[in-house]
């Protein structure tokens, strides 16, 4: 898979800070009335555009690929889907002491959505790990989450006390998500070739909806004054929850990787696509979730846990790099 490393992080870099502007002035300056409604319809477009090409540029194929290595690919899954929750229900401790209960709804869905793909594949690849492995496993990971993490949130945010998931959620989901992108599966056939060759194009359609969909939700969370209950020492335990997390998961996708004796270029894919989270799919599936409840609030750990995902695992991708040109080195001398 060819692509430039140093432009890939930089474009995750600036599109990190897109968002966080976009959050900022939905905070500063919101809308409401009239044009609140048509940024709702508007959003609502975005999504399901969102969705539809997620399902053009999923190939099937990559599904039955993970047949093939089934360890790797199941390992990262586990990750994803089981070590993650389990972490997060653990963090109902410190809620409502120490977070408040959306914040605590929010921690607990970082831990529920896909992993990501892009920054997934390019720091593997910046490591020297599996990269046609990363491929499958994130790209896996996204398809099995259109379907998982709403079920995990009606499964688990029903019994922990967190924001409620009724049934007109459910059918939102289907309509907004699972419709566009069997829709884009489907299509396939006639548009993966066009949606190949202007990737500029929806790249920009992607992104765009995901700004839309990040000032929607913090704009409602600003009209309904939800920022008046979150304390700034509330938002540094976020932060320094979000980095906690973030050491256990690497320390144990590592550990596990190691004791199932992958080899290195393995256990580098289960390193950074097993400890990531994806913001793009996680913003859109919870606007499509959490309708009439704040939004804003509930992402907010999965924008900080993010930044610093992506901070951490591009030093982590240099270590390991260096680390394998010295290896290469002794071997040669």
């Given at each position: 898979?060819?692509?430039?490393?140093?432009?890939?992080?930089?474009?995750?870099?600036?599109?990190?800070?897109?968002?966080?502007?976009?959050?900022?002035?939905?905070?500063?300056?919101?809308?409401?009335?009239?044009?609140?409604?048509?940024?709702?319809?508007?959003?609502?477009?975005?999504?399901?555009?969102?969705?539809?090409?997620?399902?053009?540029?999923?190939?099937?194929?990559?599904?039955?690929?993970?047949?093939?290595?089934?360890?790797?690919?199941?390992?990262v899954l586990a990750c994803t889907y089981l070590l993650f929750p389990l972490l997060g229900l653990g963090v109902r401790v410190l809620a409502p002491g120490l977070l408040?209960?959306?914040?605590?709804?929010?921690?607990?869905?970082?831990?529920?959505?896909?992993?990501?793909?892009?920054?997934?594949?390019?720091?593997?690849?910046?490591?020297?790990?599996?990269?046609?492995?990363?491929?499958?496993?994130?790209?896996?990971?996204?398809?099995?989450?259109?379907?998982?993490?709403?079920?995990?949130?009606?499964l688990l945010m029903s019994t922990t006390g967190g924001a409620s998931i009724d049934a007109g959620s459910i059918v939102d989901i289907m309509l907004q998500l699972l419709?566009?992108?069997?829709?884009?599966?489907?299509?396939?056939?006639?548009?993966?070739?066009?949606?190949?060759?202007?990737?500029?194009?929806?790249?920009?359609?992607?992104?765009?909806?995901?700004?839309?969909?990040?000032?929607?939700?913090?704009?409602?969370?600003?009209?309904?004054?939800?920022?008046?209950?979150?304390?700034?020492?509330?938002?540094?335990?976020?932060?320094?929850?979000?980095?906690?997390?973030?050491?256990?998961?690497?320390?144990?996708?590592?550990?596990?990787?190691?004791?199932?004796?992958?080899?290195?270029?393995?256990?580098?894919?289960?390193?950074?696509?097993?400890?990531?989270?994806?913001?793009?799919?996680?913003?859109?599936?919870?606007?499509?979730?959490?309708?009439?409840?704040?939004?804003?609030?509930?992402?907010?750990?999965?924008?900080?846990?993010?930044?610093?995902q992506l901070v951490v695992c591009a030093v982590l991708a240099g270590r390991y790099e260096r680390q394998a040109i010295r290896d290469a080195a002794a071997s040669t001398?």
């Open positions: 898979m060819a692509f430039s490393l140093t432009g890939t992080v930089k474009a995750l870099d600036g599109f990190v800070l897109a968002i966080f502007a976009a959050a900022i002035a939905a905070t500063v300056f919101p809308v409401s009335g009239t044009a609140a409604d048509v940024l709702s319809w508007v959003t609502t477009v975005g999504i399901a555009l969102l969705f539809f090409l997620y399902g053009i540029r999923l190939s099937p194929r990559d599904a039955m690929d993970g047949v093939r290595h089934w360890r790797l690919h199941g390992v408040t209960d959306d914040l605590y709804t929010g921690m607990l869905y970082l831990c529920l959505v896909p992993s990501t793909i892009q920054s997934s594949i390019a720091f593997t690849s910046i490591a020297r790990g599996n990269v046609a492995g990363a491929v499958v496993s994130a790209s896996l990971s996204n398809i099995v989450g259109v379907f998982a993490t709403p079920l995990l949130v009606v419709l566009p992108f069997v829709a884009g599966q489907c299509a396939r056939r006639w548009l993966a070739g066009w949606v190949a060759r202007h990737r500029s194009t929806t790249l920009l359609v992607d992104r765009g909806s995901i700004l839309l969909i990040v000032y929607a939700a913090f704009s409602a969370s600003r009209v309904d004054g939800v920022w008046a209950a979150t304390t700034p020492w509330q938002i540094v335990a976020v932060v320094l929850l979000c980095s906690a997390l973030l050491a256990v998961v690497l320390a144990a996708t590592a550990g596990i990787a190691r004791a199932v004796r992958m080899s290195r270029a393995d256990r580098i894919v289960v390193v950074f696509c097993g400890s990531k989270k994806s913001l793009a799919s996680g913003i859109a599936i919870a606007s499509v979730l959490f309708v009439g409840q704040p939004v804003g609030v509930i992402v907010l750990p999965l924008l900080i846990f993010h930044q610093i001398s």
